[in-house]
C-alpha cells in the first residue's frame, strides 16, 4: 500500500526537485502538490493525504498556519521542509516531528523516509502526533517575537547566516525583497512589511513605502522638493524618504 503525499512549498523548483528525489520510492504515491499556504488546506481537505511535506517559510499564511487552520484534519505524518533557525528544529526533535533542513540530500530524505515509514505503521504513533504538533505549535507561540541577530538567507545550493547589523538596505521587489549587504544583494520571497518585524526599530527606519534603511549607514541627508529628502549613505548610494514617511525624521536627528 503506497503512502499518499501531498508537496506543499511556495518555490517551485523546491517541489520539483523534491518530487524528483520521491519519485522512485516504491512506497510514496505523489497525489499533489500546493505552492502556497491556502492551498495546502484545500487539498488535504479534498485529497486526505497520508504523508505530507510542508515548507515553513512561505508569504501570507506559513506552515504552522497551516497546522493550526487544519485542526484536527492534519496529516498522521508531517515533515516539515524547512531553513528555520536551531530553535525550531530542536523543538521538531523534542516533539518528534519529522524535519528536512533545506538543502538536504536522497541520504537525508531517506532516513526520513524511514522515520515516517514506521510512525504510519504504528498507529499508537500515528494518534499522538496530533498532540506533539499542538505542543509543537504553543511553544512556538510563547516564543518570543523579537528580532533575532542574523537572518537565513536561502540561495538555490546553500543557506547564508547574515548578521542584522551588517544589512545596509532592503529593498522591496513585487513579492520579494533585496538585502543590500556590503558588495552583496540577496534575494528573499518575503514582502517589506514582513521583514520589518525582522529588524530591530532601533538599528533600522522605513523611509518609503519600498525603502529600509541601516541607521548607522546614513552619510547625509539633502532636502528635496515637495518634503522629501535625499538619503546618502556611506558607501555612496542614494535613496529617497518619502513625503508620507516624513515622521522618521526625528529619529535621524531632523527637525
Same mark, same amino acid.
Given at each position: 500500500m503506497k503512502i499518499r503525499t501531498l508537496i506543499v512549498d511556495d518555490e517551485a523548483l523546491a517541489r520539483e526537485r523534491l518530487r524528483g528525489l520521491l519519485a522512485n520510492d516504491p512506497l510514496i504515491e505523489i497525489v499533489g502538490e500546493a505552492s502556497n499556504g491556502r492551498e495546502a488546506i484545500g487539498a488535504v481537505l479534498q485529497l486526505s493525504p497520508e504523508l505530507l511535506f510542508l515548507d515553513i517559510q512561505m508569504p501570507e499564511?506559513?506552515?504552522?498556519? *497551516?497546522?493550526?487552520?487544519?485542526?484536527?484534519?492534519?496529516?498522521?505524518? =508531517?515533515?516539515?521542509? &524547512? $531553513?528555520?533557525?536551531?530553535?525550531?528544529?530542536?523543538?521538531?526533535? *523534542? %516533539?518528534a516531528v519529522d524535519y528536512l533542513l533545506k538543502p538536504f540530500d536522497s541520504e537525508r530524505l531517506q532516513e526520513t523516509l524511514r522515520r515516517v515509514t514506521q510512525r504510519l505503521q504504528n498507529r499508537t504513533a500515528s494518534a499522538s502526533a496530533a498532540p506533539r504538533?499542538?505542543?509543537?505549535?504553543?511553544?512556538m507561540k510563547n516564543r518570543p517575537t523579537?528580532?533575532?541577530?542574523?537572518? *537565513? *538567507?536561502?540561495?538555490?545550493?546553500?543557506?547564508?547566516?547574515?548578521?542584522?547589523?551588517?544589512?545596509?538596505? =532592503?529593498? $522591496?521587489?513585487?513579492?520579494y525583497v533585496v538585502l543590500h549587504v556590503g558588495k552583496e544583494n %540577496?534575494?528573499?520571497?518575503?514582502?517589506?512589511?514582513?521583514?520589518?518585524?525582522?529588524?530591530?526599530?532601533?538599528?533600522?527606519? /522605513?523611509?518609503?513605502?519600498?525603502?529600509?534603511?541601516?541607521?548607522? /549607514?546614513?552619510?547625509? @541627508?539633502?532636502? @528635496?522638493? %515637495?518634503?522629501?529628502?535625499?538619503?546618502?549613505?556611506?558607501?555612496? &548610494?542614494?535613496?529617497?524618504?518619502?513625503?508620507?514617511?516624513?515622521?522618521? @525624521?526625528?529619529? @535621524?536627528?531632523?527637525?
Open positions: 499564511l506559513d506552515g504552522f498556519g *497551516v497546522i493550526a487552520a487544519l485542526e484536527g484534519r492534519v496529516p498522521p505524518a =508531517v515533515v516539515f521542509a &524547512t $531553513a528555520y533557525d536551531q530553535f525550531a528544529v530542536k523543538a521538531f526533535e *523534542v %516533539h504538533l499542538d505542543a509543537l505549535l504553543q511553544e523579537g528580532p533575532a541577530d542574523r537572518l *537565513v *538567507v536561502k540561495t538555490d545550493k546553500r543557506m547564508l547566516l547574515v548578521p542584522i547589523e551588517e544589512i545596509d538596505w =532592503v529593498e $522591496a521587489a513585487d513579492n %540577496h534575494l528573499q520571497r518575503e514582502t517589506l512589511s514582513a521583514m520589518s518585524t525582522k529588524l530591530p526599530e532601533a538599528m533600522f527606519v /522605513r523611509i518609503s513605502r519600498s525603502t529600509i534603511v541601516n541607521v548607522s /549607514r546614513i552619510k547625509e @541627508l539633502q532636502p @528635496l522638493f %515637495h518634503g522629501e529628502y535625499s538619503v546618502i549613505l556611506k558607501n555612496g &548610494t542614494r535613496l529617497t524618504l518619502t513625503r508620507t514617511y516624513r515622521e522618521c @525624521l526625528a529619529r @535621524l536627528g531632523v527637525d
